[in-house]
């Protein structure tokens, strides 16, 4: 027996080795086969790391939050890759040299190679935790919000609203006080208060959360602004919710605000017009702000007008019983102010005599607010009649509603009669004009909002938008009709009343159907329900709008027009922009009048023959419809009016060349935006010089530029293609010339600079350049080789320039610095640039006077911002500088290094976020004179510049190593 057992013993032992013989065997016989898998398995993890590459740029570009984990995976995928890269290299060479003597040559390296081929584990487990993030890489970053935008006042002198500032202060401080209400007036600056606030409690809470609620207010809305600050709430964090703008009590749990004494570490500031209100909603501090006394209401008053009336003796006593008629209210110094600011002493006398008589009368209001309403309305009436028309345009416009003034373009042309219009651009520059002269007035705000687009939208004041209707409703010639924004699930007009209606808003409700009986409104000339939930629009209703000049139907869910539009023989403007059911329309032939077609983001297939017939047509948009194949090149032939075109190409179009020829024929063409797919679309010999503003792009760059801001920027090229073929096309190589401002250029794969790979003279001579994305490219400008004149300096006009996700990019510029100038350069933006180190040495920083703003985010590897001579005796002055944001700057170690001393006139702010090895701001001395913070960090005499950023890094260093020992 136990000789059997020996025996099977050994026999498991000589069937294990030979398994394992067999198995390194294996690796000798079969190492060619495991050599072309383990490729193909390195191939296939380059590819997915390839497409979440691709994913993260295009993240970053959108300024996302990466997910946790997805650099690092990124890294170690590129280390495996590396090291794969370099063991099939080391066999590929083995098998030149060792391999050429035949298979039996050398045995001990093919089983090396065999066998190091078969270990994919490394590839595969990384391929495996891929697969999570090519399926979501980011997450959605906020956009900035109304606190992000502020720009805090200058109240020092205005003891009155210092002083409810430091009672909200201190309520927002005691523990024991959970909700605070601040009321009063409209206009007497309750919501420049509660932002002032913000701004000054910061280092208070977590976060601190702002949304206006309006009268007519949206749950849902509320609910998504406070959302975040909800759920830091219930996880402990301490926040401040700011409820601006109440009208009536709120219910903070149907708003899903956590409140109560539950959560003690939410605290809530609203402002209402109405103590009742704060009272009902439980405050447990309840703050009035009252109107300026005389002596601050002229320092307020003086600060609007200017030195003139310290100056100007005969001025000044009329000007002082001015601003004692302005009832202290804040929002009337300022429109008043604003309104005489550059007017003669006869107007101020004129105006002062007015606000004496109090021109207003409205027995239904409060005293206290008609007061408000005639002080106002006196600017009202120093108003030409393209403002006041522009005025009370805006007040069909939702509350606190972000309005696009070229919507008041659009509607003034359908509006005024066609004689009188001699173009587009003219109707567009007087438009601009009165917007500008309302701004001047105070009667409309700037847009809260940041970002290229901000100077595209305007705003209006409450309190404004009250009294435009309030003049609109109040003569002969002009009644409004306006339910905009108020939450409309139907309406039914009342009796007669549209008899004598001129102007119609329902926009931005929620509104499925309109009446189907028969509704005359007989002067109706405006109709505006943009925003709603249309399924149709009855026969019977667009019956009773016969006289009606414009109709905007745009982001409804209409799918399909009624045939009585054809009746609308007066319509002159129609917009169905988003209407993504529409397939059909053939029925707008009929409108031989039409001056205004927008057909964006529909469901058309085709652009009907019968649009030919619309030979008055100005301006026509065809664009983002995902469905268009086909424009029949001869309905662009015949519409010969035409004065603005915004028309995209898809890949699936046919006859784009020919239509893009027709294009070039229309003689009274001015304004373009045109997207191809291909260079090869645009005819040689495209007249881009007649145009005076366009948009051209080429490739996949279909977001790079908004048709709303070609009016501010005038001419713009996109390029978005893997390899620009150069020599350009002629036609290309001119429209660079003549693309001023601006020049967009994005995922090229075979650039490595712009000048002079592109075009030296052309890109000398561009004010606006947006490089992204572009992999290779290593600097902006190359010419190292280059023997000319000094004083032909590059870049010379550059307003803006924007770098970002350039993986290359070393330097700004690769010769000699006497050849750079960057004395025009106002806007500076370099993002995911990360083998920069140093950006401007000391010769070129001296020069950059024009300079406003620089962001600089994610450039790992960055150290310096200006850089030069450790001893030096220069004195350096930026003297438009006012914003510098650095963020997330792992080795940045100074702004600048070089010993000198540099003054900041105009610096309000300065933001080193995450820049953790920040040793100072700079060597030698340096004047802020109205630096007040850094970040938190006050410079209030305790701390200069240096010592606050400083300070700043060794806090933002505690907490990430804080958040490193968390994860652990």
Known sequence: MAEGVVTSVADKVVESLFVVAKKEIGYMWNCKQLVEKFKSEVQNLKDMKGRIQQKIE????????????????????????????????????????????????????????????????????????GTIYESCVSLDAPAPGILDCYQNKNLVDIMTHNSVLDNIIKALEDDSKQVIGVYGVGGVGKTTLAKEVALMVKNMFADVTFTTISKQFDVEKIKKDTENASKRIMNGDKILIILDDVWEELNLDELCIPCGILHMNCKILLTSRSKHVCENMNAQSVICVNTLPQEEAWILFKHVVGDKLETDTHLTSVARDVAKECGGLPLVINVIGKTLKNKDISSWKATLTQLQKNALKNKDVDATIATVYDRLKLSYDYLKNEAQWCFLQCSLFPEDYEIL?????????????????????????????????????????????????????????????????????????????????????????????????????LMDNRISKLPEDHISFPHLEAANFQWNQLISISEEFIEGLKNARVLDLAYNEISSLPQS??????????????????????????????????????????????IGQLVNL???????????????????????????????????CKEVHECVAAVNCLSKLTCLELKVPSPHDIPEGFNFDKLKAFAIKIGRADNLISFDYIWTSQRHLALNMEYIVLPFFKWMKKLIEI???????????????????????????????????CKNVTCVVDTCDWEGNANEKFLREVKDLRLAGLDKLEVLWKCPDEFISLTNLVYLYIFDCNKLVRL???????GLVSLKEV???????LEEVIWG???????????????????SLNELKSFYSCSCSIKYPSLVKVSPVYCPNMEMWGHGSHETPKLKFVNDVPLDGRYSINDAVVKVSMAQKAYQELKNKTRR
């Open 58 to 129: 295009l993240a970053k570009n959108k300024g996302d939050n990466l997910v946790h984990g997805v650099e690092d995976w990124v890294n170690n995928a590129e280390l495996e890759i590396s090291k794969a890269e370099e063991f099939i290299t080391e066999e590929a060479n083995a098998k030149k040299t060792c391999f050429g003597i035949g298979l039996c040559g050398n045995w001990s390296t093919l089983h090396r190679y065999g066998k190091k081929a078969a270990q994919t584990d490394p590839l595969m487990e990384l391929k495996a935790r």
């Open 405 to 505: 003034v070229e919507d008041l373009v659009l509607y003034r042309v359908g509006l005024v009669k066609s004689k009188e219009i001699e173009s587009i651009e003219d109707v567009r520059s007087t438009v601009q004009d009165a917007v500008n002269i309302l701004k001047s007035y105070g009667l409309l705000l700037d847009a809260d909002m940041e970002g290229d687009y901000s100077e595209c939208y305007i705003r209006m004041h409450d309190v404004c938008r009250d009294m435009a209707l309030l003049i609109a409703n109040e003569g002969s010639t002009n009644h409004f009709l306006v339910m905009a924004g108020e939450g409309l699930t139907k309406w039914l007009p009342r009796n007669n009343l549209q008899q004598s209606h001129t102007a119609m808003s």
């Open 565 to 610: 539009l054809a009746r609308l023989s007066q319509l002159r403007m129609l917009n169905l922009e988003g209407n993504r059911c529409i397939y059909e329309i053939s029925i707008i032939g009929e409108l031989k009048g039409l001056e205004i077609l927008i057909l964006n983001d529909t469901g058309i297939e085709e652009v009907p023959e019968c």
């Open 618 to 652: 100005r301006r026509l948009e065809v664009e983002r419809c995902e469905r268009l194949s086909y424009i029949p090149p001869d309905v662009i032939s015949k519409l010969r009016r035409l004065e603005e075109l915004r028309i995209r190409f898809t890949v699936h």
């Open 739 to 773: 693309s001023r401002p601006d020049i967009t250029l994005s995922d090229i794969e075979n650039l490595n600079n712009i000048i002079p790979d592109l075009d030296q003279e052309g890109f000398n001579n561009v004010e606006y350049i947006n490089l992204r994305s």
């Open 840 to 846: 401007f040495p000391l010769s070129v920083a001296k």
């Open 855 to 861: 962001r600089i985010e994610y450039c790992e590897n």
């Open 869 to 887: 001579e450790t001893e030096t005796d220069e004195l350096i002055v930026f003297p438009c500088l006012t914003t510098i944001h650095l963020d």
